[in-house]
């Protein structure tokens, strides 16, 4: 039923992040130091201790409010047998000590909230803002290959996972574990049996219960998040083919399978719950046997005098508070689990290692060379083959071919988005994988096919490029890209707000807004990939006119399976594509 | 997420937990008589320390009567959970399937609920997200108000100073929770916002990474990230210390509850209580019985307290399902008779107009007749319901006035499903699930062997790119066809067209998204394999269509021109 650790984990990482290496799924994960459950605590910093403390404190007093009580009760009874124990009886005190410890454990639960959720969220502000770094530092290729919406939701899910184990898993046990501890130096103070009695149960609880407990349910909550996976993946496909499902009858056969699956999913949770609700049961009985005990022996001693019946009402009462604290341990070893999944799909992104080029000198006019490149994108079983060509200042380059044939790979790969298979690519002479990133984006700039266009002011898109540009600069970026017109009538001009994937903007417009927003950073060579679709003809010639007369210094490669206009000193039609060699020879 | 809306959701999670109420009473009842084990464990307890200390006598019955509601009480809490995990099973698995059955009876018309992604995160996470309501609140809900009863009515007999506080301190708990807790519900819903405006941040600077680094500006992009996950983290404390005042609360009258009973009772033992003094009012083994309750009377309430977030949770699930909830009553779920062809056939339409709900009419009074065998193609701008008109006739839309007839055969009375499956269809981009090429085929014919799938590959012009693979139509295509170009994927899904070997087929603007060479070549091919079939097929221009019989142009859904090229059907 439930399959080995490895197996799931390894299958969900192979999914999830297409763009690893297999150097880095290899590795043992949890050793990573970037993640670690003992990093997941101290990152919470002071918070961490404070909220420990606090529910230390809280716990306590509310165990020992309890066992005060009993003792007071107790006690004032035996007092009030005889008119001079009564008399002797200091009632104040106890009485004091009650009402303090029943503030204490209000004011120190209610700290105890505040703190750990602070320490929480900074720990989840610190992850979110790991993750944005380990997928800014990583490599441009392994990028290049991960960049899938999903992806980024499901990480920004695990990430929210990782705060399981400080809050759920950790903080339990440790309340736990520290009041017995105490506990037990009291008994040991007290009285011999009864420590040795209350070892038994810590030993019992503390020790089987890991033992037995943990790494099965570990594995059903790894299994979960693997199968979910599995399911919501098999879900969306399904959806994404409905028409077809339904249309050849297949769906019902489909369906089934979502089910089959549905079931797994719930067995396993159906294993991990039961496993909980015995471990709880284990928790309580293992604690009533001890109360069971202690009564047995300690009364006992009562009856000969050796010990005081109100100190054993306080410590019945203190056996019986340990139940609230020791009740959520069933729990920790879920929370565990899902923090150890979720750590494992993360760990390759995040502390990604800097690595990549160090030159940081492109000197001279640009150049571009290409020798003998081989590339496929993914699993692509077609794309480019054994291409070469070299581009000069002022050379302007022409790509046409069938929809589907690698043109879109050959772009990436020139722009340094995707390493080749095989073959040597060259920015102004320097092999492109030396060159560092910056660098290498201020001299290379692609207009990807895949258009993306945040969620801000039409401005404040335009001035990622370019932080300091003036309005009268951006309106001039505006006018070459042909929006000028169009923006000037918007009753908010520049500041119009675009939604996420240029929403408002028609598929042209945003194109041409991510033209211009690359225009203004202004790279030398420019790679621009479909630039003209969505566009009537007019627009894409008065466009091509002024990317020739923009880019006459440059080099300008555009990819497009339409017809352009004007001339190009270099075209390669996709069929021809294996002899561009001899051609760009010819340039 | 609004009132009305959560009002809503409300009714609908109570029809919903209606299904299961007796697996919910049984759990409850479960808790109940765990709580009723452990009035019995605390009154045993008391006696037994009381006789301790007052007649210093070791009571054996006591004690051995002790170790049975120690044991039983675990085994029934473990009852009440299983119950509850049970009857959660039992309705997440339901509204699943119905939920399953709402979008695929929507087809593709689920793309007004909300997109596929959204979709599939209602039928799993949103449904899973509600388990921990079943599972836990609802079962507490109810013991939150019966083990407060029982344990009043417990220690009533001994002392009716502390049942009356009891009695008096249980409902100020709610009514303090309901002050505080109102003003942490408005405060959270300005943190819900708050969340999903950073989550939407990151989001967004995550999914543009590539264009950040392209620009070089990821310095700034992470700064304002910082910042906003700084005001975040602040937002968020404040609200959580108004959230966690109603905890505080119960906390603090557990507290005082405890410190109280236990100042009176004791003061009452050595007789110092102001209006008895010199008496006892409640014997040590009451005073411990009622002081060992006290915890457990408060405990019930903080545990619902604890659990409210389930309920909150349930909520947001609820409110998020509504659109496919109310979905469910407008998809037409068809008629029940069976229609076999005996070869192409005929379909005739009726005055047929439709207007979606809501929305303005897209088809008007259409009057057409589809012979036998008739190749009919269906032209018009974007948005003059040729997509529509196909959606009828695959039944995925009734009209709203006139008929369709098939065969002579009302398309309203036809088993939609057994009907769909007679038809071969082809979308603008084919759809692909991860396998290999001929697991994908199969689809099509489940019982196919290789040679029919050659046959099919070769009549699609596919066998010529698909034979030299390595694994020929073993080979694997990735999510969504990766591997192929959209020209090969064109033709494979015609070749699985062909599998299906059906009389009527629907095509919806085959390979719009080709460029020009590989669509006309790819329609040519479906023009030479489709003879003598019905075809429909909607188009945006006209290249690589020659072979159609009748061209039909639409605009603004009605029919303005209908052009025959030949005169009767091809047989």
């Not at chain 1, 009632?91 to 004091?96: G, I, N, W």
Request: proline share 5%; hydrophobic share 50%.
């Amino acid at each position: 039923m439930v399959r080995s650790p490895e197996k799931p984990v390894r299958a969900e990482s192979d999914r999830s992040q297409p763009g690893l290496s297999q150097a880095d799924r290899s590795q043992p994960v949890a050793s990573k130091p970037g993640l670690s459950l003992g990093f997941l605590f101290f990152r919470q910093g002071a918070m961490g201790y404070l909220g420990l403390a606090l529910g230390a404190v809280g716990l306590g007093a509310a165990i020992l409010l309890l066992a005060a009580s009993g003792w007071f009760i107790t006690a004032a009874g035996v007092a009030g047998l005889s008119p001079a124990a009564l008399y002797a009886f200091n009632y104040l005190q106890p009485a004091a000590v009650i009402r303090t410890l029943a503030i204490c454990r209000t004011l120190a639960l209610y700290g105890e909230r505040i703190v750990s959720h602070d320490g929480i969220l900074r720990l989840l502000q610190h992850l979110r803002l790991g993750v944005f770094d380990g997928l800014s530092r990583m490599s441009r290729y392994r990028l290049g290959a991960s960049g899938s919406g999903d992806l980024m939701q499901r990480m920004l899910t695990d990430i929210d996972l990782l705060d399981q184990w400080p809050l759920r898993g950790l903080a339990p046990w440790f309340w736990a574990v520290s009041l017995c501890v105490v506990f037990a130096g009291f008994l040991f103070w007290i009285s011999m049996p009864l420590f040795c009695i209350f070892l038994v149960v810590m030993l019992l609880i503390f020790g089987v219960l890991p033992v037995t407990v943990s790494s099965r349910a570990m594995d059903l909550a790894l299994f979960q998040t693997w199968k979910a996976g599995e399911r919501r993946q098999f879900l969306t496909e399904t959806l994404a083919g409905l028409i077809t499902l339904r249309t050849t009858g297949a769906l019902a056969t489909r369906l089934n399978t979502l089910e089959e699956m549905d079931h797994a999913l719930d067995t396993s949770r159906w294993h991990l719950h039961g496993l909980g609700i015995a471990s709880q049961a284990l928790i309580l009985l293992v604690l009533s046997l001890g109360l069971w005990m202690i009564l047995f022996l300690g009364a006992g001693a009562a009856v000969s005098g050796q010990i005081s019946p109100a100190l054993l009402a306080g410590i019945c009462c203190v056996m019986l508070g340990l139940s609230e604290v020791m009740a959520p341990l069933s729990q920790t070893f879920q929370a565990l689990g899902f923090t150890r999944g979720a750590q494992q799909r993360l760990a390759g992104i995040f502390d990604v290692p800097e690595d990549g080029g160090t030159i940081t000198d492109l000197a001279g006019p640009p150049r571009l060379e290409l020798e003998n490149v081989t590339a496929r994108q993914g699993q692509a079983l077609t794309g480019p083959d054994h291409v070469s060509l070299s581009l000069h200042p002022g050379d302007t380059l022409w790509i046409q071919g069938p929809s589907g044939c690698g043109k879109s790979t050959l772009a990436a790969v020139m722009a340094g988005w995707l390493a080749p298979a095989q073959g040597d690519i060259r920015v102004n002479g320097v092999p492109m994988a030396a060159v560092e990133e910056k660098t290498l984006r201020r001299q290379v700039g692609l207009l990807d096919q895949d258009l993306y266009l945040f969620p801000m002011t039409l401005a404040q898109n335009l001035r990622l490029a370019k932080p300091d540009a003036e309005d009268s600069e951006l309106w001039e970026i505006l006018e070459q890209v042909a929006l000028a017109t169009w923006a000037r009538q918007l009753p908010r001009q520049l500041d119009t707000p675009i939604g996420e994937y240029g929403t408002g903007l028609s598929g042209g417009q945003a194109r041409r807004v991510c033209l211009g927003r690359l225009l203004l950073f202004g790279p030398p060579i420019l790679i621009l990939d479909e630039p003209f679709e969505g566009l009537d003809t007019p627009t894409a010639d008065r466009l091509l006119t002024m990317l020739r007369q923009h880019r006459k210094e440059g080099i300008l490669v555009i990819i497009s399976h339409q017809h352009l206009a004007g001339d190009f000193t270099c075209h390669f039609h996709w069929e021809a594509l294996q002899n561009m060699e001899n051609q760009a020879k010819t340039i | 997420m609004k009132p009305d809306q959560e009002k809503q959701a409300g009714k609908w999670l109570k029809g919903q937990v209606a299904q299961v109420t007796s697996l919910l009473w049984l759990s409850a009842g479960a808790g109940v008589t765990a709580s009723m084990c452990m009035v019995v464990q605390c009154f045993l307890l008391a006696h037994l320390l009381a006789g301790l200390a007052m007649e210093n006598r070791f009571d054996r019955h006591l004690l051995w009567l002790l170790a049975l509601p120690f044991l039983l009480r675990p085994c029934f809490l473990a009852v009440k959970e299983l119950l509850g995990f049970r009857a959660g099973r039992v309705l997440r698995r339901r509204l699943r399937q119905s939920l399953l059955e709402t979008i695929a009876a929507a087809g593709p018309h689920r793309s007004r609920i909300a997109g596929d992604g959204s979709l599939s995160a209602m039928v799993l996470e949103q449904v899973d997200a509600m388990d921990d309501y079943f599972v836990r609140y609802l079962p507490h809900k109810i013991l939150a108000v019966a083990t407060p009863v029982l344990i009043v009515a417990a220690v009533l007999p001994h002392s009716p100073v502390v049942a009356g506080l009891l009695t008096v301190t249980a409902p100020l708990i709610p009514f303090f929770m309901y002050l505080v807790g109102n003003e942490a519900v408005r405060a959270g819903r300005r943190q819900f916002q708050a969340l999903s405006v950073l989550a939407d941040r990151i989001r967004t600077m995550l999914q543009g990474l590539p264009v950040l680094r392209q620009l070089d500006a990821v310095p700034p992009a992470r700064q304002t990230l910082a910042a906003a996950s700084d005001r975040f983290r602040i937002k968020t404390l404040a609200v959580l210390r108004m959230a966690f005042l109603s905890s505080a609360v119960l906390e603090l009258f557990a507290s005082l509850g405890i410190a109280v009973a236990a100042v009176y009772l004791g003061m009452g033992l050595l007789g110092y209580v102001p209006w008895a003094r010199g008496t006892v009012p409640v014997p040590l083994g009451s005073a411990l019985f009622i002081l060992l309750l006290i915890p457990e009377f408060y405990m019930a309430l903080r545990r619902l307290g604890t659990d409210y977030h389930a309920r909150a949770q349930a909520m947001a699930a609820a409110v998020s399902l509504m659109p496919l909830i109310h979905a469910r009553r407008t998809v037409f779920q068809g008629g029940t008779n069976v229609w076999v062809p005996a070869g192409p056939p005929g379909i005739q339409m009726q005055q047929v107009s439709w207007q979606p709900s809501g929305r303005n009419q897209v088809l008007h009074a259409i009057d057409l007749d589809i012979m036998p065998g008739e190749r009919v193609g269906l032209v018009g701008p974007s948005g003059s319901g040729k997509t529509s008109l196909l959606h009828l006739i695959l039944g995925f839309d009734r009209p709203s006035e006139g008929q369709i007839l098939v065969d002579g055969h009302p398309l309203d009375a036809l088993n939609p499903d057994r009907f769909r499956q007679q038809i071969a269809w082809l979308g603008q981009r084919p759809e692909w699930f991860s396998g290999t090429v001929a697991q994908n085929l199969a689809l099509a014919r489940p019982h196919a062997g290789e040679d029919d799938f050659r046959q099919a590959l070769a009549a699609a012009g596919a066998w010529a790119f698909i034979h030299p693979l390595p694994h020929g139509i073993h080979t694997a295509l990735g999510e969504g066809g990766q591997g192929f170009s959209g020209g090969q994927l064109q033709r494979l899904a015609l070749a699985r067209a062909l599998l299906r070997d059906a009389w009527l087929w629907i095509l919806d603007e085959p390979g719009a998204h080709l460029d020009p060479e590989t669509a006309v070549a790819v329609r040519r091919h479906m023009g030479q394999v489709t003879r003598g079939r019905t075809l429909i097929l909607a188009a945006h221009h006209l290249e690589g269509l020659e072979w159609l019989d009748t061209l039909i142009r639409l605009d603004n859904g009605r029919i303005i021109h209908i052009e025959r090229f030949r005169h009767g059907p091809v047989s």
